[in-house]
């Protein structure tokens, strides 16, 4: 299993670069404010799976998650791409809560790979990463049986940025 912790942070961090690269290269299908959140999601995983953020770092993180997933819903009320946001947004904000957890859990002392610090998902913390992980995923099958208003290339590319998504944020909560 201590094998596979290291793995996972990087196999997070992968999907939130695919996931970032998906939803730049869908343009115009996507507001500033979602390629925003998809990118700092990017960045923010790819500093947990190098694992020197520390506790402080972690806290700095995750409330950089928050304000990116709320930057990413911000007037977006009403427009076509609104659920994709709000995916993105929810994304944001499981990376935030691992995030918290990852600072709770370090002690003060250096963060093990992906900010988790190795502890289990128990707490209020651990309990809000599973459903906010359930939401995520379950989410991402609700938007792949309902038909959306893109064809072509952007549809395909929104389709893989979504799956990217919920695998990375997966991964992040077995890291935990």
Request: hydrophobic residues 65%.
């Given at each position: 299993?201590?094998?596979?912790?290291?793995?996972?942070?990087?196999?997070?961090?992968?999907?939130?670069?695919?996931?970032?690269?998906?939803?730049?290269?869908?343009?115009?299908?996507?507001?500033?404010?979602?390629?925003?959140?998809?990118?700092?999601?990017?960045?923010?995983?790819?500093?947990?799976?190098?694992?020197?953020?520390?506790?402080?770092?972690?806290?700095?993180?995750?409330?950089?998650?928050?304000?990116?997933?709320?930057?990413?819903?911000?007037?977006?009320?009403g427009a076509a791409s609104a659920a994709g946001c709000c995916h993105r947004a929810l994304g944001a904000l499981v990376m935030a809560i691992c995030a918290f957890h990852g600072a709770a859990g370090s002690g003060g002392q250096g963060v093990a790979s992906a900010g988790h610090a190795g502890h289990s998902l128990g707490g209020v913390l651990g309990a809000l990463i599973v459903l906010g992980t359930v939401a995520v995923v379950g989410w991402t099958l609700a938007a792949a049986l309902r038909p959306t208003g893109h064809r072509g290339r952007t549809a395909r590319l929104l389709a893989v940025e979504s799956w990217a998504m919920a695998i990375g944020v997966v991964a992040m909560s077995l890291v935990g």
């Open positions: 299993m201590d094998l596979l912790l290291p793995t996972a942070s990087w196999l997070m961090a992968a999907a939130a670069l695919v996931s970032a690269g998906a939803c730049l290269a869908a343009r115009r299908a996507v507001p500033w404010q979602g390629r925003q959140a998809a990118v700092v999601m990017a960045v923010g995983m790819l500093l947990m799976a190098a694992g020197g953020t520390g506790a402080l770092g972690a806290l700095l993180l995750g409330a950089l998650m928050l304000v990116s997933g709320m930057i990413g819903t911000m007037g977006v009320r």
